[in-house]
Every structure is written in C-alpha cells, then in structure tokens.
C-alpha cells in the first residue's frame, strides 16, 4: 500500500490540521482485515479504493503507516475491528483482528457480531480474545432489508444481553433513511438502554448524521440518553458536528477515521436534500477547469469539519485533546480495559 501526500495534501496539513490535531490520537473506527482469506490472490499494491471497495490486507502495521503519512509524528492508539462485508468466516475475520491489539495495550478491538451466533459461542470469543465490544453491521440483518432494517434486527437481544452481561460497547451503524432521526431507531435506544444498562452504544458516524438535520431532530431524546458515545468518521460536514457537540458536549464525541479504506480514499462526503453520498474521483461531474479540482483526502476533510465545529464551540487544547484521544480512554476503562499508568 502506497500512500503520498501531494502539494494540496501537504498545504491543507500544514495550514489548517498540523495545529488542530493532538500529538495523542484515539482513533476509534478503524477496520483490520485480510481480504486474502477469501482471495488468496488479491495483490496489495492497489490504491485505496474509493466506495469501501475491497482492499486487500490492512493489519496493525498498514494502518500505522497510513496515519504516519497522513498525521505524521503522532501516536495513535485504536480502536479495531474486522470489516463486516468480509465473506471469511467471523472466527476467522475475529481472530486476525484480535491480533492486531498486540504490542499496544491501550488499543482494544471490537469483535464483529452476526445475528446468526450464539450466546456461547460469543461469549468464548471475549474470554478468548479478550473483545471491548461488539460491531454488528446492518447488511447483515435478518429481515434481509439493509436500508430499512431496525437495531435487532441486526443485533439480537440475546447478543446485547451478553454485551451488558460482560459491560461491553458497541460500535453502531444505524440504518434507516433518517438514522438517528428516525423515531424507530430512537424509540430501540431508549428500550434497550433501559433494559441493558450497562452497554455503552458509539454511535457511528456523528449518529450517521451527514449533515445536520438527523441530530437535530432527535436532539432532545438523545440528551436524555445516559450510555451514549459518538464517533465523526467519514462525515465531513461542520454542520453536523457543531449539533453533535452541542447535544453531547466535549466529553462524549471521539475521533474517528473509518479507515480502510474510508478516510484515506480521495473525496469527501456531501449532502444535498436529505441525502449523502460519498463524492470521490470517479463519482462527480463537475466542471472544474477554473480551478484547483484535486480532491484531497476522505479524513483531511473531516478533520477540517471537526477544526470549524471546534471553533465555533469555542474549544481549546483541554477539549480538543479529549474529543482526540481522552473521550476514548474514558469509554475504554468504562468496559474493563486496562488503563495506562
Ligand atoms: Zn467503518
């Protein structure tokens, strides 16, 4: 995997994120997998290829070295797990990204979950593994409706009972055309919240909230929430955060980059109507011969997203260090991981 900085790249580092971003990073949203498992003979030369296409190995090193380029002389802890549209058999996927935690004790990995698994048999993977959490995915919904499927539809209740047995997190992706500002999607947050108490729920991608009106329509149900965490990968839109951290403040936001391949792929993600899309080289039609039309990486522009909601919040270094890396901490410790001295 080659991946280089161009001109626009290193100006947008240089004058607006080389600042921004803490020396100390916590990214939770990163996904470890090798895609050999089902294709022994995918090459690992490619570019990252935009629209979550396939890619071939992404272990502890390849993401190590991504964000070396991408934020250079920052220490970044994680926060893994396997990419749910891999064919490979879960135990499989699971255990190669249970390795990818070793050598660093503060990042933990999550273990990817289907409807179709057992009690027993997850719960032998956390002793085994020792899982923070689960990752369910919505393709994987048992109603086969992946747009308009509900939380347990992808995530039984059976699975959310081990997770609050053993107080576990869980990384979700909502689905739904309005995501978090749909009323069934709240309606499962409030019950399940109340039934399990001790689960704490990342709520992906600013809540899916491309832009702002899915969070500000829930806005006054989700402040009532006590186990709510949020990670902003892959959006990129000021808006959403600045809601985002108004309903959740400082100490409940993390940052996230939902690589790979998401945040290293060139692009970014816009919203028109209620709508969003992942803009990238082979998706525009743009006319762009009166300017500079390069597109600069999926995570630079979220990261510049994350600097203005900032701003407008007023945040300075203690908050930013939080939403950065201390947030992730604090949820880390809260499910049982060993907290550095
Ligand atoms: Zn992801």
């Known amino acids: 995997m080659k991946l280089t900085l161009n001109d626009l790249d290193r100006r947008i580092w240089e004058s607006e994120l080389e600042k921004f971003v803490p020396m100390t990073v916590f990214d939770t949203h ?6 050999r498992m089902d294709s022994p003979d995918v090459k690992n030369d490619a570019p990252p290829d935009p629209g979550h296409g396939r890619f071939p190995l992404t272990d502890r090193s390849t993401l190590q070295a991504i ?9 970044v802890h994680r926060i893994s797990f396997p990419c749910p549209l891999q ?8 255990a190669f990204a249970a390795r990818q935690a070793d050598g660093d004790p503060q990042s933990a990995i999550l273990m990817h979950v289907r409807p179709d698994m ?10 085994q593994h020792g899982f923070r959490g689960f990752k369910p995915y ?4 048992v109603t086969g409706d992946v747009a308009a ?3 347990t539809d992808y995530l ?3 699975q959310i009972e081990m997770a609050d047995a053993h107080g576990l997190m869980v990384m979700l992706h909502l689905s739904r055309r309005e995501a978090i500002g749909d009323k069934h999607n709240l309606d499962d947050l409030e019950r399940l919240q109340a039934r399990f108490p001790r689960v704490q729920w990342i709520l992906a991608h600013c809540a899916r909230s491309y832009y702002d009106g899915p969070l500000l329509a829930a806005a006054d149900r989700l402040k009532e929430m006590p186990n709510l965490w949020y990670e902003i990968s892959s959006v990129c839109d000021s808006d959403a955060m600045s809601v985002l951290l108004e309903i959740a403040g400082p100490d409940r936001v993390m940052y996230g980059s939902d690589d ?11 919203s028109f109507g209620s709508s969003w899309t992942e803009l990238n080289e082979r998706n525009h039609g743009f006319k762009l011969d009166h300017c500079d039309g390069r597109m600069t990486f999926v995570r630079y522009e979220s990261l510049r997203a994350f600097r203005r909601a900032c701003r407008r919040q007023g945040y300075g270094t203690r908050e930013i260090e939080k939403l950065f890396a201390g947030n992730a901490q604090t949820l880390l410790a809260q499910t049982g991981h060993p907290v550095p001295a």
């Open 156 to 158: 039984p209740e059976p």
């Open 260 to 270: 790979m391949p998401v945040g290293s792929t060139r692009g970014k993600y816009i």
């Open 87 to 94: 064919p490979a058999p879960p135990a499989q996927t699971n």
């Open 149 to 151: 499927c509900r939380i």
């Open 138 to 141: 919505r393709m994987h919904s």
């Open 67 to 75: 964000d070396a380029v991408l934020m250079p002389g920052r220490t």
């Open 118 to 127: 057992t009690p027993g048999t997850i719960d032998a993977e956390i002793k």
């Open 30 to 35: 990163t996904h470890v997998y090798d895609w």
